[in-house]
Nanobody, 120 residues
Framework: VLLQASGGGLVQARDYLRLSCAASGRTFGTYAWFRQAPGKEREFVSAIRWSGGTTYYADSVKGRFTISIDNAKNTVYLQMNSLKPEDTAVYYC????????????????WGQGTLVTVSS
């Protein structure tokens, strides 16, 4: 099983980025994005069920970020709009067999992370 995250980069505040997480080997019940800023703990950002019908967001990104899934490609996307300097972090995609959870310890599969840097 492999989760390959990509799409990070350096942008200015109010810009946008789209992250991708391509999964290979199998499909999962829930896919999620977490992020870890320098000196901080990893935190939940967003999650989506494989069916695509249910999405979840942290309050800090609600209304700015949109998670989606392309089932045919087994790829999850995170569209990040109106980026802020406080969104700067390494973004990780994760997957689990079960239902939605914000707890990172419930996700056994992780991608390698992609760095997002937002300058003011």
């Amino acid at each position: 099983v492999l989760l390959q995250a990509s799409g990070g980069g350096l942008v200015q505040a109010r810009d946008y980025l789209r992250l991708s997480c391509a999964a290979s080997g199998r499909t999962f019940g829930t896919y999620a994005w977490f992020r870890q800023a320098p000196g901080k703990e990893r935190e939940f950002v967003s999650a989506i069920r494989w069916s695509g019908g249910t999405t979840y967001y942290a309050d800090s990104v609600k209304g700015r970020f949109t998670i989606s899934i392309d089932n045919a490609k087994n790829t999850v996307y995170l569209q990040m709009n109106s980026l802020k300097p406080e969104d700067t972090a390494v973004y990780y995609c994760a997957a689990r067999t079960g239902t939605y959870s914000q707890a990172m310890e419930r996700y056994p599969y992780w991608g390698q992370g992609t760095l997002v840097t937002v300058s003011s």
